[in-house]
């Protein structure tokens, strides 16, 4: 899988101006652990829909996409055989 979730969250609380400690404080969290999530390639699910809610961000959408691209690429293969 090629999604880097973490840096996908990063970029939506810089995009949306939201700090690292805003998100520590609604997750109940250290700001290293923030950081830690940012450094992330998977992720717990149950984290990933905290962090969508409080976000406002389907990050589930990033993860189908990437699920739809892949089986395109694997489809096109098997095409060319």
């Known amino acids: 899988m090629n999604v880097d ?3 996908i969250i990063e970029e939506q609380v810089r995009k949306q101006g939201r700090s690292v400690s805003w998100l520590a404080r ?3 969290c250290h700001r290293t652990n923030i950081y830690d999530i940012f ?3 998977n992720i717990d699910i149950v984290l990933l829909h905290r962090l969508s809610v409080l976000l406002d961000y389907d990050f589930f959408k990033e993860l189908s996409d990437e699920v739809r691209d892949e089986k395109d690429r694997a489809d096109g293969q098997a095409n060319h055989q």
């Open 5 to 7: 979730i973490g840096r």
């Open 39 to 41: 450094r992330r390639n």
């Open 26 to 28: 609604q997750l109940s």
